[in-house]
């Protein structure tokens, strides 16, 4: 992102707008990118919490081992 034109007072930066308007859009963008970093990184720290807690990777299952192994066939 290239940043000299962002201070510049005699010209929009894009045609058609105002100057304030620019500013408020970019403040805007930046706000909501910021958001998705802390949310990254706040994913990130609960995973590492969750392994020093014993937990591993998401997506692995348990297995019940008090059920048969082979369910009893229906009698007909």
Same mark, same amino acid.
């Not at 909501?32 to 995973?47: N, Y």
């Not at 969750?50 to 009893?72: A, C, I, M, S």
């Given at each position: 992102?290239? =940043?000299?034109?962002?201070?510049?007072?005699?010209?929009?930066?894009?045609?058609?707008?105002?100057?304030?308007?620019?500013?408020?859009? =970019?403040?805007?963008?930046?706000?909501?990118?910021?958001?998705?970093?802390?949310?990254?990184?706040?994913?990130?720290?609960?995973?590492?919490?969750?392994?020093?807690?014993?937990?591993?990777?998401?997506?692995?299952?348990?297995?019940?081992?008090?059920?048969?192994?082979?369910?009893?066939?229906?009698?007909?």
């Amino acid at each position: 992102m290239k =940043l000299p034109l962002l201070f510049r007072r005699d010209k929009a930066i894009r045609q058609g707008e105002e100057p304030q308007a620019q500013m408020e859009k =970019l403040l805007a963008e930046s706000l909501r990118t910021l958001g998705q970093v802390c949310a990254k990184v706040a994913d990130l720290i609960e995973a590492q919490r969750l392994e020093r807690q014993g937990y591993t990777q998401q997506n692995n299952f348990l297995r019940r081992l008090d059920q048969d192994p082979v369910p009893p066939s229906k009698k007909e």
